[in-house]
């Protein structure tokens, strides 16, 4: 059974910055593409940023500039850098991974229980 255990959010003002980081654990062959999603009070989850397993990020437009994403292999952990945060990045953040589990190499897409951030104005 594989898990990922999020850690950090919580509150910070209007032009503050946070890190969220995101352990994967369990029975595991590899870790493909590790992202992280949000989702705001009364709207759909939506894709923040990607990063896959040789570092090739993507980003949403409204986060460009100013969130970084980054992973450590050897950890299997991804992390999540938020600088400059804007009231409208108030959301339940989520990580999510996609990875091969041992001897079947089944794939399988995980997600994390969630972490609350608030910006304040």
């Known amino acids: 059974q594989v898990q990922l255990v999020e850690s950090g959010g919580g509150l910070v003002q209007a032009g503050g910055s946070l890190g969220l980081s995101c352990t994967a654990s369990?029975?595991?062959?590899?870790?493909?593409?590790m992202a992280w999603y949000r989702q705001a009070p009364g709207k759909e989850r939506e894709l923040v940023t990607s990063i896959t397993s040789d570092g090739s990020r993507k980003y949403a437009d409204s986060v460009k500039g100013r969130f970084t994403i980054s992973r450590d292999n050897t950890k299997n952990t991804v992390y999540l850098q938020m600088n400059s945060l804007k009231p409208e990045d108030t959301a339940v953040y989520y990580c999510?991974?996609?990875?091969?589990?041992?001897?079947?190499?089944?794939?399988?897409?995980?997600w994390g229980q969630g972490t609350l951030v608030t910006v304040s104005s």
């Open positions: 369990g029975s595991i062959f590899k870790i493909n593409t």
């Open positions: 999510n991974a996609g990875l091969n589990i041992p001897i079947t190499l089944r794939y399988l897409e995980v």
